[in-house]
């Protein structure tokens, strides 16, 4: 067992304001994000303006932030925002669902697309190879607020620690484990991907395959989100955030399958 490194949350505060890293991180995640777009767009000359992509990002941003909450509201907690709809736009006191999120994100690309008279699937191949910067960044604040940690075990397992909000129980830093999967390896496999093929919805697809692959295989050391209306059924054998892992995992291996098919179309 390790010791909980005590970060404060709270970053540094300027004219009284307290600049969290958990805001940060989305900002600095945002930021590289785009860079990279522009990168993969210029080293794989790629038909996407630069301009075409800073404009989208603003989509992206709105997709996310409206799209994560209103999937947290409409996946986790449906029964209780219905009887307190107020509590729907306080977005700071928590709640954000990142199927949700993700939903919102290819709503906002599939409007600019359709808008600017884009392809989707390149688009969507551009974006979804920046996603896990986003995930890197967002899971490395989760541990730092020392919340969406995992599931009790054993004081002798080596990566074991006990998290200040979780009770004297030895726990996963599931957290970690999700910014080494859906972060850092399917950042480096979409890289791959990227500058090795230009067939279209490829990376999208293996993004929605590898992220649903490793959602659903950290949930089984996450602890799963207290949804008291979630109880009994299949749930006693699969959590939320499996259950919506599976739609990502066959809609991606959809995509990937097509892909040769939907470049080759675009070509003639």
Known sequence: MIPFPQIDPVAFELFGIAFKWY??????AF???LEYAKLLCKKTE????LEQLDSI????VLGVILGGRLGYVLFYNLPFYLENPSYILQTWKGGMSYHGGLIGVLTAILFFCKKHNISFR???????ATVPIG???GRLANFINGELYGRVTSADFPLAMVFPHAGP????????????????ALFIILAILSFKTKRQGLVGGAFLTGYGVFRFMVEFVR?????????????????????????????????????KQASESVQK
């Open 223 to 259: 602890t799963p989100d207290d949804l008291a209306h979630l109880k009994g059924g299949i749930y006693a054998y699969v959590t939320q955030g499996q259950l919506l892992s599976v739609p990502m995992v066959l809609i991606g291996l959809y995509f990937m399958l097509t892909a």
């Open 31 to 33: 930021f590289l994000a």
């Open 46 to 49: 790629r038909s996407i303006s």
């Open 169 to 184: 129980e030895p726990r996963h830093p599931s957290q970690l484990y999700q910014a080494a999967s859906e972060g850092l």
């Open 57 to 60: 990002f603003i989509y992206i």
């Open 122 to 128: 390149a688009m969507g191949d551009v974006i979804a």
């Open 23 to 28: 805001g940060i991180a989305y900002a600095a």
């Open 135 to 137: 995930l890197f960044f």
